[in-house]
């Protein structure tokens, strides 16, 4: 039972690097989400996708761009790295987005930008 | 704006009982959750509240008042497992979860 699985798990990038941080989940849900956890704050909601082909901006989309061209990833983008964006990134999926539908995680990816 | 609004750090003894308080502003209202999450690890799901009252599932409990906006959850019979941090979540008008930074709970023997 794997649930959300995100790759990599640790990545150290130089300023100005490209990357793409993958997310897949097993559990055919429609709606997906990348978030970033910092410091002291609260997860924050970077871009998120209510079924296979859609995808919309969360409160902090600026510098990342995401795809799911397949119902079960999430591919979120860093077009060009900068040392604001090192943090912790989470992938969490949920069966519908209201009601009483919890979000499930994935493990998260460590991100580290020089 | 939204705001959530929990206590940074909380101490207390195995064994015993503790309550984190979770309080809230948000642009509507469409039910409240509670995630634990163990350092380095990701969040999971402990319970959802969309009416007021208590919610009760094992050693954990939690409570809702939409009137007041506040939350808590209630953690008894405490064991050093339960050292993590608990997240407050509320689906806003847009079901969009706004999160609070989350209160870490210290256990000590």
């Known amino acids: 039972n794997a649930g959300v699985t995100q790759t990599p798990k640790f990545r150290v990038l130089k300023t100005g690097q490209s990357m793409t941080l993958l997310c897949a989940q097993d559990?055919?849900?429609?709606?997906m989400y990348w978030y970033r956890q910092d410091p002291g704050m609260g997860l924050r909601l970077i871009h998120y996708?209510?079924?296979?082909?859609?995808?919309a901006k969360g409160e902090v989309p600026d510098g990342y761009n995401v795809s799911r061209l397949k119902k079960q990833n999430f591919l979120l983008g860093l077009e060009s790295a900068a040392p604001s964006q090192t943090s912790v990134y989470f992938c969490?999926?949920?069966?519908?987005?209201?009601?009483?539908?919890?979000?499930?995680f994935g493990d998260g990816t460590r991100l580290s930008i020089l | 704006g939204q705001n959530i609004d929990q206590p940074t750090e909380m101490t207390a003894t195995e064994g015993a009982i503790v309550q984190i308080n979770c309080t809230y502003q948000?642009?509507?209202?469409?039910?409240l959750f509670w995630y634990q999450q163990h350092a380095g690890e990701a969040p999971t799901f402990l319970s959802y509240?969309?009416l007021d009252g208590l919610e009760e599932k094992g050693r954990f409990s939690s409570f809702l008042s939409r009137s007041k906006g506040y939350s808590y959850l209630l953690l008894k019979e405490l064991q050093m497992k339960d050292s993590a941090s608990y997240l407050c979540?509320?689906?806003?008008?847009?079901?969009?979860?706004?999160w609070g930074a989350g209160t870490k709970l210290i256990i000590k023997p």
């Open positions: 948000t642009s509507g209202f469409n039910g």
């Open positions: 979540a509320v689906l806003d008008s847009n079901y969009q979860l706004i």
């Open positions: 996708s209510v079924g296979e082909g859609t995808t």
């Open positions: 969490a999926s949920s069966r519908e987005g209201d009601g009483n539908q919890p979000q499930h």
């Open positions: 509240n969309v």
């Open positions: 559990m055919n849900h429609e709606y």
